[in-house]
């Protein structure tokens, strides 16, 4: 049965007050919430999947064929050609010597000649043409030895990680103006269909280039993915459910990442293993067909028939349609339609709702301090999820044990929130997470597992911090700019997790501690910025940018 009053209320009113209903209990929230936490087990697959598809070797060394040819063992080749003789694990040059000439003579001959003659210069592996790098590995184990990511071409090994972040920075923006102007069921099955595209070209493809494409369509499909569905499990959902299934759904990471070690581990070829971890994406298809539209956005956008519809299951009658209409054109340009419009409109109004982020003072503040603690953030995490070689840990492990901590990490803090604001939890679990890190710089190199302790303690801090954080964020900002302030903030946040492979892998090069030094400086900066937001915890989402400066009038 239709609502009494409808001429007082309006069809919008009746809308949300029945969405605030079913939000509560029932069918409609638990579809909500299963559809939307599932797919997000996906995004912890491949956050730390680089650490086993890009595992170096142990050894490698450069080959020469011609003394190769000549009988040579191995052993008594790196005797000569590499720089450091056997005892170098890891060799990317070789000793300059006329291999023609030393391949006639035995390896004695050969020896005695070497150290009887001025050593030459030390020259790239490469540098002759038909020399190519043996790998100390089984084949298949790692796209390293596939594509020669090592030496010259090491950085391209960090890059493919680079490349998921790549996507997520694209994607971020992307899908967050998608999903505010065209709608978040939209911007969720356009990252289902890229996930599934490009998952499936990093199984099969034998191009590193092409690898590389596929691992930005799998970042860029993860935002989509992640950021519509949040978005959407917290509009429709009640108040009272609103912190402990946001910080359910942030759980569901950490057991893709469990998923991924038990994977990876049963897997050892990195085909096979991306192949596990690509399949469980067609059952998106499955989301796609059951997900709903947001009631709240498409209220927001003046589609309230639609809205209706998908609320109480049916059309609104006739009655309450004519006496709602009343109501409505109290309302200065309000339609139950939107006009048709053509593309450059929708690209204007896309900006504009970008624009709206800085439209005030106040989200002026608010949406720079997200870029900036976002930004550390997720460099933070994403450094502490692959920085086990610095830490001279066993990467099963490992990364077993980031997605152990982070489970408590996001349940946690759902107790926080019933005792502590969104903006102290923020700041002492950013205190404890920095002083962590920190604390790695007291204790010798060699108590590594005391090492990996405080790492883990700094990664339970930064997981737990995530939580909060994207639920302060989706309360910080209205209905209209929502999704553009999580879909930016992702992508600053994205700016620092491109940093992290690089800090992991090349300023680990120079000292083990630098990269949780970083960490733990930038992270203590962000919680005394966390400071200088609002508390939203237990306020009414708003649904306009004149909603948020007259409630600051009235305030003031």
């Known amino acids: 049965m239709d609502p009494p009053n409808t001429s007082e209320t309006g069809l919008k009113s009746i809308i949300l007050e029945e969405l605030s209903k079913i939000g509560s ?22 956050v730390s999947s680089y650490v086993f598809l890009g595992a170096l070797p ?19 080749m790196r005797n000569i050609t590499a720089p450091g003789g056997t005892v170098e694990d890891q060799s990317c040059g070789i000793v300059n010597w006329n291999y023609t000439k030393l391949s006639r003579m035995d390896f004695e001959e050969a020896f005695y000649y070497t150290q009887e003659n001025s050593r030459p210069a030390t020259v790239p592996c490469r540098s002759h043409p038909n020399n190519y790098y043996y790998y100390d590995q089984e084949e298949g184990v790692s ?9 010259e071409n090491k950085v391209w090994r960090t890059t493919v990680q680079v490349g998921l972040s790549i996507g997520k920075f694209l994607g971020a923006s992307l899908f967050g103006v998608i999903s505010d102007k065209f709608g978040r069921k939209k911007a969720f099955m356009g990252g289902a269909g890229i996930y599934i595209i490009s998952g499936f070209l990093t199984v099969f493809t034998k191009s590193y280039y092409l690898f590389l494409l596929g691992r930005i ?63 469980p994406g067609l059952l998106l298809i499955v989301h796609c067909y059951f997900l709903d539209e947001s009631p709240r956005w498409l209220v927001s956008k003046n589609r309230e028939k639609k809205a209706y519809k998908i609320v109480f299951g049916k059309k609104p009658s006739v009655d309450l349609l004519f006496k709602s209409n009343k109501k409505v054109e109290e309302v200065p340009g309000a339609e139950t339609e939107p006009p048709a419009s053509t593309l450059m409109s929708k690209l204007k109004d896309s900006f504009r709702e970008f624009a709206g982020l800085f439209s005030t003072w106040t989200l002026r503040k ?72 920190l604390a790695v710089l007291a204790v010798p190199k060699e108590q590594s597992s005391l090492i990996v302790a405080f790492a883990m303690f700094g990664r339970f801090g930064i997981s737990a911090v995530y939580a909060v954080l994207t639920l302060h964020t ?30 992991v ?52």
């Open 58 to 76: 142990d050894s490698y060394h450069c080959q020469v064929p011609e003394l190769l040819d000549a009988g040579w063992t191995v052993e008594q």
């Open 366 to 437: 608010r949406i720079i301090i997200c870029y900036f603690v976002w930004c550390v953030t997720s460099m933070s995490y994403y450094i502490t999820a692959i920085n086990a070689d610095n830490l001279s840990a066993n990467r099963y492990l490992y990364v077993a044990f980031t997605g152990l901590v982070d489970i408590p990490a996001y349940i946690i803090p759902i107790f926080i929130l019933k005792y502590s604001g969104r903006r102290m939890s923020s700041f002492g679990l950013y205190l404890m997470a920095g002083l962590s890190l």
């Open 474 to 503: 989706a309360e910080l900002f209205p209905t209209e700019i929502r999704n553009s302030a999580l879909g930016t903030s992702s992508t600053m946040a994205h700016v620092g997790s491109m940093a992290a492979p690089y800090i």
């Open 143 to 151: 796209i390293v030895p596939e594509w020669d990511l090592v030496c």
């Open 25 to 46: 209990s029932g069918p409609w929230l638990w579809k909500i919430f299963i559809l939307c936490v599932t797919p997000n087990i996906l995004n912890g697959f491949h």
């Open 505 to 556: 892998d090349l300023l680990g090069m120079i000292a083990w501690y630098i990269p949780t030094t970083i960490c733990g400086i930038s992270i203590l900066m962000a919680g005394f910025l966390s400071l200088l937001q609002p508390e939203t915890a237990n306020r009414d989402l708003k649904d306009h940018v004149q909603q948020e400066e007259e409630e600051k009038k009235m305030t003031a």
């Open 217 to 279: 369509g799998l970042g860029s499909s993860a935002s989509g993915l992640f950021y519509a569905a949040f978005t959407l499990l917290t509009e429709n959902i009640a108040m009272k459910h609103r912190s402990w299934m946001s910080i359910m759904f942030t759980i569901s990471y950490p057991i893709g990442m469990l998923f991924l070690t038990l994977f990876a581990y049963l897997l050892p070829q990195w085909r096979s293993l991306q192949l596990a971890l690509v399949l």
